[in-house]
């Protein structure tokens, strides 16, 4: 097929600080909330922690020099705020930052785009102890985070991410209690929700002020889907459309939340000033786009406060997640960006599988169903663009097996399969056909 890809298209890949550096507490870095919370007996599958994780905090050398052999020409990543400030605001630890920098000098020198994500979920535990994204001074610190990573990292970072995910931060973390913190509130979320965005804000006018080149946020999208045509099926479907696609993104670009929220949360929604709801008005540079399957929904009178749930599709081929894998879904949701916002800069951020993928054989690890998965979104990916989309890069998540958060090491992602033992790199098949995808700049699908 003809490449759809331009030249200047990104070829990515991507991870985050505490799913595969390991060391979480080397070189005078403070504790996160996810260290908390993974040696806390049972919120991690098989007590796994990340403790160790990838160990690249000691082997990033290597992992670039993998990186490059794949020809990427952008890499995801995030900074463990902990690392950089111990205590999640004041002292800067000089070496924290230095990992950072030896990283990004060595992205650069194999002509690799650093994309760096500044949170993505290891808030410190120092601020989490002063109530953390609850604080409504929590903007502020992740303001001054933000601005010592700027002020170190600006002169060789020309892309920036703000925050990875805020709804994952907010429900999991906050409503359900999936993830670190591991609060069950129905009063929280929508407070945590709004001070993520209004750190947003604040560290995009730090960033302004000093930055120069761009700066979005990465949001999780799936599109809803009833389950069947009834209006309670119907009903159910926009509003988990609300509450997963609109919220964050229509504060940013509308300076609004959905109306559908306040039904939802009912008393729990909090009356916000239209001076809050201005100054959360921040729609960045870009939007980056973490896709991965979509929803199917019924309406679920059983399930407060959405009274709506994912179902899984008995007919379907789904992932190792039990994510149905819905090619079409990335085209949908790309072209519904392009016309809800107006056309905005996007990448996609976020793209891939979890597979039980088999042991190596010959030091290579046989993943069809992941390279036909990729092929299959990459190609989806295309079709947006030959529509309009202004899509400028592709992540795959994730270029290593890694902590999966509260599903520890079961769920593997990766291009490249990491021992569970000695950590050793062992390349997929789809990480061949990702090279070759990058090769051919997209045609190779
Ligand atoms: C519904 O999936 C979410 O968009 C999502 C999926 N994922 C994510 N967000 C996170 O950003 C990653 O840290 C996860 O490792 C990755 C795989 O689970």
């Given at each position: 097929m003809a490449a759809p890809f331009p030249d200047d298209f990104l070829w990515g890949?991507?991870?985050?600080?505490?799913?595969?550096?390991?060391?979480?507490?080397?070189?005078?870095?403070?504790?996160?909330?996810?260290?908390?919370?993974?040696?806390?007996?049972?919120?991690?599958?098989?007590?796994?922690?990340?403790?160790?994780?990838?160990?690249?905090?000691?082997?990033?050398?290597?992992?670039?020099?993998?990186?490059?052999?794949?020809?990427?020409?952008?890499?995801?990543?995030?900074?463990?705020?902990?690392?950089?400030?111990?205590e999640g605001r004041g002292a800067v630890n000089s070496r924290g930052l230095d990992f950072y920098e030896r990283l990004v000098d060595a992205l650069l020198e194999h002509g690799i785009q650093p994309m760096a994500t500044l949170y993505h979920w290891d808030l410190p535990v120092a601020l989490h102890e002063r109530g953390g994204w609850l604080n409504p001074d929590s903007p502020h610190w992740f303001a001054e985070y933000a601005g010592t990573v700027f002020r170190a990292l600006d002169d060789r970072v020309p892309l920036w991410i703000t925050l990875n995910e805020p709804w994952v931060v907010t429900v999991p973390g906050y409503l359900d209690g999936q993830l670190a913190p591991g609060h069950r509130d129905l009063f929280e979320p929508p407070r945590v929700a709004n001070h993520l965005l209004l750190a947003h804000a604040e560290a995009v006018a730090a960033y302004r002020a000093l930055g120069r080149h761009r700066i979005g946020l990465a949001v999780n999208l799936e599109p809803q889907h009833p389950a069947s045509p009834s209006p309670a099926d119907l009903e159910a479907a926009r509003r988990r459309d609300a509450f997963i696609n609109r919220w964050f993104l229509d504060a940013l670009v509308f300076g609004r939340y959905p109306e559908e929220?306040?039904?939802?949360?009912?008393?729990?929604?909090?009356?916000?000033?239209?001076?809050?709801?201005?100054?959360i008005r921040c729609p960045g540079d870009f939007i980056g786009v973490n896709y991965y399957s979509r929803g199917l929904v019924r309406a679920a009178p059983e399930a407060p406060p959405l009274d709506a749930i994912r179902i899984t599709p008995t007919d379907a081929e789904l992932t190792a997640m039990d994510w149905e894998v819905y090619p079409e879904g990335l085209t949908e949701t790309l072209l519904w960006l392009r016309d809800r916002y107006a056309n905005p800069p996007l990448y996609i951020t976020e793209n891939g599988a979890a597979f039980d993928d088999p042991p190596p054989r010959d030091g290579l690890v046989e993943d069809p169903r992941r390279v036909a998965y990729l092929r299959a979104h990459i190609r989806a990916a295309a079709t947006a663009l030959e529509q309009g989309v202004d899509l400028r890069g592709y992540c795959v998540w994730s270029l290593l097996d890694n902590f999966e958060w509260a599903e520890g090491y079961s769920k593997r992602f990766g291009l490249y399969q990491v021992d569970p033992g000695d950590r050793t790199r062992r390349p997929k098949t789809s990480a061949c056909f990702y090279r070759e995808v990058i090769r051919s700049r997209g045609a190779a699908v």
């Open positions: 890949a991507a991870t985050s600080a505490y799913q595969i550096e390991g060391s979480p507490l080397a070189d005078g870095a403070g504790p996160s909330i996810w260290h908390r919370f993974a040696h806390t007996p049972g919120r991690v599958a098989g007590h796994d922690t990340g403790d160790l994780a990838c160990d690249h905090y000691h082997r990033s050398l290597e992992d670039v020099a993998l990186m490059a052999e794949l020809g990427l020409s952008a890499y995801r990543f995030s900074l463990a705020w902990g690392r950089v400030l111990p929220l306040a039904d939802i949360f009912g008393p729990a929604w909090p009356e916000f000033s239209a001076e809050s709801l201005a100054k």
